[in-house]
Every structure is written in structure tokens, then in C-alpha cells.
Nanobody, 127 residues
């Protein structure tokens, strides 16, 4: 079993920055991948970014490239999402999740692939 705890959400003005953290514990492996997703009221859960623990390879949803950065600290079993130039449309609950299966391309962005989820952290961006 894997337990995930997100933190770092809050209220920020448009153009500002936040850094989200997700600490993992339990049965984790270097082959695991960690994803960030977000969900706004009335919308489907949306893929944001993914990182492979083994080598730090990263993948982003196209709209996030250049603004969001995913990274990891293997010693702390923690993944981060640095969010810059935030916009009101970034307002959502942000979740981290673990994917223990191999994937490539589009399938890596599907929420149904992910095996464990954190409780989420609210990000609110005011105009």
C-alpha cells in the first residue's frame, strides 16, 4: 500500500506562484511514476504532469509547459509541482497519484491508470 499526503495549496493572486508537495510512504519502488492531476467543480479530472522516479523523466500536458515544473526528492520520497504565472482557470483541487504500471504516450495521462491517490489540496487563483 502507498499513502500520499499533499500540501502547499492556498490562495494566490493571478500571476503568482505556488509549490505543491506530495509525500509518499509505504510500498514504493523506483519503477513507480507519480502524476499530478487537477479537478475543478463540474469538470473532469485533468492530467497536469508526470515524473518517473527511476530517472526523473518528466511529461506535461501541453498547456502546462513553460509554467509548471514537476520534480522529485528521492531521499524524502516527495514529489513537487512548482506552479508559476498562475491564472484563475488554474483554480482546482490538485491531486497526486501513483502509477505502478508501465505506459507510453497518451495512456499515461489517464486517471484510471493510477493506483493510489492523495486527498487533494485546494489551489485558488484570484483575478
Amino acid at each position: 500500500q502507498v499513502q500520499l499526503v499533499e500540501s502547499g495549496g492556498g490562495l494566490v493572486q493571478a500571476g503568482g506562484s505556488l509549490r505543491l508537495s506530495c509525500a509518499a510512504s509505504g510500498r514504493t519502488f523506483s519503477s513507480d511514476a507519480m502524476g499530478w492531476f487537477r479537478q475543478a467543480p463540474g469538470k473532469e479530472r485533468e492530467f497536469v504532469a508526470r515524473i518517473i522516479w527511476r530517472d526523473g523523466s518528466t511529461y506535461y500536458a501541453d498547456p502546462m509547459k513553460g509554467r509548471f515544473t514537476i520534480s522529485r526528492d528521492n531521499a524524502k520520497k516527495t514529489v513537487y509541482l512548482q506552479m508559476n504565472s498562475l491564472k484563475p482557470e488554474d483554480t482546482a483541487v490538485y491531486y497526486c497519484a501513483v502509477d505502478k504500471d508501465y505506459c507510453s504516450g497518451y495512456e499515461c495521462t489517464l486517471a484510471r491508470r493510477y493506483d493510489y491517490w492523495g486527498q487533494g489540496t485546494q489551489v485558488t487563483v484570484s483575478s
